[in-house]
């Protein structure tokens, strides 16, 4: 269970990847692969995402609205060829402090890393964490999938992994 809430949490982060406020990086139109790994572990999970060319934008608007009275601090810019974003959010009693450096390479892939401090971490997690994401462009999407469909494969008891529509979740 703990496996899969730390996931969850990382597809969040998968589909901010691209919530960058006036320096957008956009994934092209397609099916992406997504390797998530958490720091300390050697197992590494896999996610699929469906993305048009104005999903990454509505996910990154919509995440935005979300969020807008959890975070305090949102600063996202450009340095280079990497996007950054530095955050401190509050979702119920838990502050997080949040640092992402997304690294395009071309336009098939792409490396993320993010560090995350909670002043008081929710008992699944530690206090300091770090993960990386590792994102390859794989083609057109699949027959079964729509824009903003992520497949996420959270382990064994869910064979066949957790499809969520992002858009969906994120505009209700």
């Not at 450009?78 to 009693?93: F, L, P, R």
């Not at 792409?110 to 929710?122: A, L, Q």
């Not at 469909?149 to 008891?157: A, E, Y």
Request: contains cysteine; neutral net charge; charged residues 20%.
């Amino acid at each position: 269970m703990k496996t899969s809430l730390r996931l969850l949490a990382a597809v969040t982060c998968i589909v901010g990847v691209t919530a960058h406020a006036g320096d957008e990086f956009e994934r092209k139109p397609g099916s992406w692969k997504v390797t998530i790994q958490f720091d300390g572990k050697s197992e590494t999970h896999q996610a699929e995402q469906c993305i048009a060319a104005d999903t990454d934008a509505r996910i990154a608007r919509l995440g935005g609205e979300t969020m807008k009275g959890a975070c305090s601090k949102f600063e996202a810019h450009k340095v280079g060829a990497t996007y950054v974003v530095d955050s401190i959010c509050t979702i119920a009693s838990h502050v997080a402090h949040g640092h992402r450096v997304t690294t395009p390479d071309g336009d098939t892939s792409y490396h993320v890393v993010v560090k995350t401090h909670y002043d008081k971490p929710p008992a699944y997690m530690p206090a300091d964490s770090a993960m990386t994401l590792d994102g390859r462009w794989a083609g057109p999407c699949p027959a079964n999938m729509k824009p903003g469909d992520q497949i996420t494969q959270v382990g064994p008891q869910m064979p066949g992994g957790m499809k969520t529509n992002m858009l969906e979740t994120l505009s209700k």
